[in-house]
């Protein structure tokens, strides 16, 4: 059981340039978050999804958009890179927002 | 104020030592919190579910205290391998949502 699956697992982006950070999962849960953690800091929201076709903001998400075409797959996009997204993104799932959340290895990204 | 709060520490103790961590919240509405621990680098992990009569988990127990509005985690017998940082969630509503919101972590090194 393969649980939540990011990839890539770190990237190293030029300003301006775009990427997609992949989240899949094969628990079949409904919800989905992406987060970031800067160093030293805590988690902070940038997307939710509660199912397939539903998505919406979260706490930090300027420079962002995800999309939620099946269960499995949360995607997050940046379009424009800037050194301020330099961080590590965590993608999870849950069953509910009463859940436990299970999270991806996670996806260190720098932005220079 | 935060929505969740915590000691950033860090709390350096002996092995074998008793520690315990509190975080505050700021709804009252909030309804569910857990206790996650991260290691250095790694996803975050769930570490137990705090529930309202308070729970025990071998050498670690939960307690949560709704009406001054914090929850706490206690371990007993500190093992070297207790070094982490332990994370408090709490489930707060959020725009349209109701949404699991981080504390900032509170780091433990257990000293040989």
């Known amino acids: 059981n393969a649980g939540v699956t990011q990839t890539p697992k770190f990237r190293i982006l030029k300003i301006g340039q775009s990427m997609t950070l992949q989240c899949t999962q094969d628990?079949?849960?409904?919800?989905m978050y992406w987060y970031r953690q800067d160093p030293g800091m805590g988690l902070k929201l940038i997307y939710y999804?509660?199912?397939?076709?539903?998505?919406d903001k979260g706490e930090v998400p300027n420079g962002y958009n995800v999309s939620r075409s099946t269960t499995e797959d949360f995607p997050l996009r940046l379009e424009l890179a800037a050194p301020s997204q330099t961080s590590v993104y965590f993608c999870a799932s849950s069953s509910g927002t009463a859940s436990p959340l299970h999270f991806g290895n996670g996806t260190r990204l720098t932005v220079t | 104020r935060k929505e969740v709060e915590q000691d950033p520490g860090p709390f350096n103790v002996p092995e074998g030592a008793t520690v315990a961590f509190n975080c505050t919240y700021s709804n009252s509405a909030s309804q569910s919190f857990f206790w996650y621990r991260q290691d250095c680098r790694k996803e975050p992990k769930l570490l137990m579910s705090?529930?309202?009569s308070g729970n025990e988990d071998g050498r670690f127990t939960a307690q949560l205290n709704r009406a001054s509005q914090y929850i706490s985690l206690l371990i007993r017998d500190s093992k070297l391998s207790d070094s982490a940082t332990y994370l408090c969630?709490?489930?707060?509503?959020?725009?349209?949502?109701?949404?699991?919101?981080f504390g900032s972590g509170t780091q433990l090194t257990v000293l040989p």
């Open positions: 969630v709490v489930n707060v509503l959020s725009g349209s949502a109701r949404q699991l919101t």
């Open positions: 628990m079949n849960h409904n919800y």
């Open positions: 705090v529930y309202s």
């Open positions: 999804s509660v199912g397939a076709g539903i998505t």
